[in-house]
């Protein structure tokens, strides 16, 4: 197994690949975003991997920023009718990602609610499930598996396997039993067969069950 820790190389040999997830990605448009990032950026201040540059555009960088963020921005505004960042220009230079994207001016939801009505609520709610319900109503390929929406790797915080991504999985089956390490419960013959272990056997033959096609989520679902 390895650790959480990843090394420049995992870095660097993640965008292999992608040139075909760019978007105008003009010599024009990434020069100028490098130059407005070293110019215009330290004049704003910055939000974790996000960097203004002006009012209404934001730059997203960093060492885990994948073209898959921008491609998969871009698959929502053409498939639905969730509001999403408008997505510029996305590119690798040097072995990182630049996201040039749509800047929106607003409050985290924990900080508006305070001052919201009930009713009003309850309509943010509303809005917020109904986005949810049209993302995983979008219709996957027959042979889609565990993959981001463009049929490559993934990333997500919780995994500390990720180098730093992971996968794509043909099957769900093929995803769980990574998951687990590759663990095979059969092959322990002689182990004792405990109230933990047979809570493991039991985890093992549902993961290698039948499983539902998979949806279109969101990885990082969370009250901001």
């Known amino acids: 197994m390895r650790g959480a820790q990843i ?28 130059l407005a990032m070293k110019i215009l950026g330290p004049l704003h201040k910055s939000d974790g991997l996000c ?44 072995g990182r990602a630049y996201i040039v994207m749509e800047r929106i001016q607003g409050q985290d939801l924990p900080a508006a609610r305070e001052g919201l009505s009930e009713a009003a ?12 319900e049209e993302m995983r109503s979008l219709k996957p390929p027959a042979d889609a598996g565990v993959q981001s929406c463009v049929g490559g790797s993934l990333y997500d915080s919780r995994m500390k396997r990720c180098s730093p991504r ?24 002689d182990r004792e067969r405990d109230d933990e272990w047979r809570a493991i056997e039991k985890m093992a033959e549902m993961q290698d069950g039948p499983w539902p096609p998979p949806v279109f989520t969101h990885a990082d ?4």
């Open 121 to 132: 609520r309850e309509n943010v709610y509303a809005q917020l499930k109904g986005m949810i």
């Open 51 to 94: 960097t203004p540059i002006s009012k209404h555009v934001i730059v997203k960088t960093g060492r885990r920023v994948h073209l898959t963020e921008a491609a998969t921005m871009d698959f929502i505004a053409r498939n639905t009718l969730i509001p999403v960042p408008k997505v510029y220009c996305a590119f690798v230079h040097s």
């Open 166 to 189: 992971f996968g794509h999985f043909k099957t769900t089956q093929d995803f769980h039993f990574w998951l687990r390490e590759e663990l095979r419960p059969s092959e322990f013959k």
């Open 7 to 34: 090394s420049s190389r995992d870095i660097a040999f993640q965008h292999d690949g992608t040139e075909h997830l760019a978007i105008n990605a003009t010599f024009s448009r990434r020069l100028l975003t490098r």
């Open 221 to 224: 679902l969370e009250p901001f």
